[in-house]
């Protein structure tokens, strides 16, 4: 069942087992509140256990770009695209955030960004590869985020 993330009333339906449930509902609403500036985009997640084409195809790229396979459990995804730009996400249990960004027309645009809810240690998977940039959000707290360019097609 598809669930509309509301940035306004920040809500954890979906996201209860993660032990760092309210910061993780808050990235989740952080970007949700981007879609709806930026593009006019309702942002929807659907919980991964319905989801597995999306989980197959993020973890395709996460495995074949930089060998990196996540132990933590993914909880909801998103899959949607907005001008010429497709868009998914992950949010797992440990509280972190994965999104591909593939714009259809710019390669050298195509990425994989990480984004870390407050309170979460970086995950070991990312620890040595990843250097992390803060972001304040008034929905998230301290938000650490970093990202890679995808050379290959997918």
Wanted: hydrophobic residues 40%.
């Amino acid at each position: 069942m598809s669930y509309i993330v509301d940035f306004k009333n920040v809500s954890m339906v979906g996201l209860e087992s993660s032990p760092v449930v309210e910061a993780l509902a808050g990235l989740r609403a952080h970007e949700a509140r981007y879609f709806m500036s930026k593009y006019k985009h309702k942002f929807t997640v659907v919980p991964a256990s319905e989801s597995q084409e999306t989980l197959d195809y993020v973890n395709r790229i996460l495995k074949e770009e930089r060998d990196i396979e996540f132990a933590a459990k993914p909880l909801e995804t998103s899959h949607f695209q907005v001008e010429n730009i497709k868009f998914t996400y992950v949010f797992y249990e440990d509280g972190i955030a994965v999104n591909v960004m593939y714009p259809e027309d710019n390669p050298k645009k195509r990425a994989v960004g990480f984004k870390l809810s407050e309170e979460m240690e970086i995950p070991k998977e990312l620890e040595e590869k990843f250097k992390f940039a803060r972001q304040k959000s008034k929905l998230a707290g301290t938000i650490r985020g970093s990202f890679f360019v995808i050379k290959g097609e997918y």
